[in-house]
């Protein structure tokens, strides 16, 4: 095995708040939450709507700003960081995966892909344009490289947001319910592929999710209710993370 000189937490967020609204009347989504997303794993966060999940995500991922705590990625403390810069890091350090897929309608399936360079105002260097083509095959969309989104099924257009959000390497994947629009048996092919990313490629992944099936893909589940952490939980079954819900519930 060997060692490696990266640090083992790839995102991490201490003391976190987030409140909406004028203090009247004000809504506390995230109510001091502390948290470390490991590298090279993956981490699904559950809990009943409204807990804060999406919430956590957007602000780790630097969609969104906390009103308390600290938030970093990799080795750097993104706080307090302009919406410049955070556009900059998105752009570079994470990908996203979305249940609406948000592809571009009137680019085909390979100017999808290579979207995120494009922003970026380049081209992908040799090895980068290698690792689209090992996307683009182990995805099985090498005969869709010409097709528009639209002419593509559902699980197609996610493999496509897939390969589109993993080109650039990025260090952190964040999913939101990625399977959310797809029939059962295609969901579970993306969330195989997901899996699969993480265990072969050491790629990070923290995907937001409902469901105990998808959640039992991932390495890690952290429960969230009224805005803070209530469990966190190694690798489960749905069954195990389904009786766990149904606790918390019966608890609330
Ligand atoms: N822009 C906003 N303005 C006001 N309140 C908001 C805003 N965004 C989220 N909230 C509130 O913050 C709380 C947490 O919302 P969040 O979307 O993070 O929950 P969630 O766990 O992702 O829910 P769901 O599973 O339903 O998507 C909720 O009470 C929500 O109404």
Redesign the pocket.
């Known amino acids: 095995m060997t060692t490696s000189a990266q640090p083992s937490v790839v995102a991490s967020v201490h003391g976190l708040r987030k409140s909406?609204?004028p203090a009247e009347n004000q809504?506390v989504?995230l109510d001091g939450v502390d948290l470390e997303i490991e590298r090279g794993r993956f981490t699904a966060i559950m809990?009943p709507?409204?807990?804060?999940?999406?919430?956590l995500m957007h602000i780790m991922a630097g969609l969104d700003q906390a009103t308390a705590g600290r938030v970093r990625l990799g080795d750097q403390d993104i706080t307090d960081l302009d919406d410049g810069q955070l556009t900059i890091l998105r752009r570079r350090r994470v990908g996203f995966v979305f249940q609406a897929f948000n592809l571009v309608p009137t680019l085909d399936v390979a100017a999808n892909i290579r979207l995120p360079f494009e922003l970026d105002a380049r081209r992908p260097t040799g090895e980068e344009q290698s690792w689209i083509d090992v996307l683009v095959s182990t995805l099985g969309l090498a005969s869709r490289l010409g097709h528009r989104p639209h002419e593509l099924s559902g699980g197609q257009q996610q493999r496509v947001a897939i390969a589109r959000a993993l080109a650039t390497r990025p260090e952190l994947l964040f999913a939101d319910e990625p399977t959310g629009n797809l029939d059962s048996r295609t969901g579970r092919s993306v969330l195989a592929l997901l899996a699969a990313a993480s265990t072969e490629y050491g790629q990070s992944i923290a995907m937001?999710t409902?469901d105990p099936i998808a959640a039992s893909y991932a390495d890690r589940i952290v429960f969230?209710a009224d805005g803070r952490v209530v469990e966190d939980r190694p690798r489960s079954t749905a069954e195990q993370i389904s009786a766990l819900m149904l606790g918390m519930e019966r608890a609330a």
């Open positions: 909406y609204g809504v989504a809990g709507s409204g807990s804060g999940k999406s919430t937001v409902h969230l």
